[in-house]
């Protein structure tokens, strides 16, 4: 209702758009973004949320060249990748998501503190090789263990379980459980 009262507040266009996108109404989300994006050409929040409500509505063309547009503007590059890849995932494109973020983490190992290699082992095993993911991961945490990152090893205790290399009862020996504990 705001959106329509002030048409020209690009900042209630995106607040509506964001609530149609809560709501699932994802036509409706995606065409306020595009008339933000008519006024403000360059706004990076719309741009990236627009291809958030396209791959939602599973229109990965559209999401696609949104984050590719996205990715275009000063600074992106890196988030675009992680968006496309979490695109695909979300429409059961695994393959192709697991290509994604891992381009993002060659393109910055530090994005996201490395994340990206671990959402591309999430869509590896999602792809039908547990194993093969389990690899991914390690590498992954072989790296976030060169840096002393703080919780790799209870990220390999759930990736572990998730794998079913191990089971729940003999990760809660790992030392990560007990290095979480007060």
Not at 19 to 46: C, M, Q
Not at 76 to 103: H, T
Not at 143 to 157: F, I, M, T, Y
């Amino acid at each position: 209702a705001l959106a329509k009262l002030v048409p020209r507040d690009t900042g209630a266009q995106i607040a509506a758009a964001e609530a149609y996108t809560v709501a699932r109404n994802y036509d409706a989300s995606s065409a306020l973004y595009k008339k933000v994006l008519a006024a403000e050409p360059g706004n990076i929040a719309a741009l990236n949320s627009l291809g958030y409500s396209e791959a939602l509505a599973g229109r990965l063309d559209s999401a696609k060249q949104a984050f590719e547009n996205y990715g275009k503007l000063p600074g992106q590059a890196v988030n675009a990748l992680d968006s496309l890849g979490e695109a695909y995932f979300l429409n059961g494109k695994f393959r192709e998501a697991q290509e994604y973020f891992e381009q993002a983490y060659k393109q910055d190992p530090k994005f996201l503190d490395g994340r990206t290699l671990v959402k591309a082992a999430y869509a590896h095993w999602l792809g039908g090789d547990i194993l093969g993911a389990d690899q991914i991961f390690e590498g992954y945490a072989s790296k976030r263990r060169e840096s002393q990152g703080p919780l790799v090893d209870a990220l390999s205790c759930q990736s572990s379980v998730a794998s079913g290399l191990k089971t729940y009862r003999t990760s809660m020996t790992c030392t990560c459980w007990q290095a979480l504990k007060p």
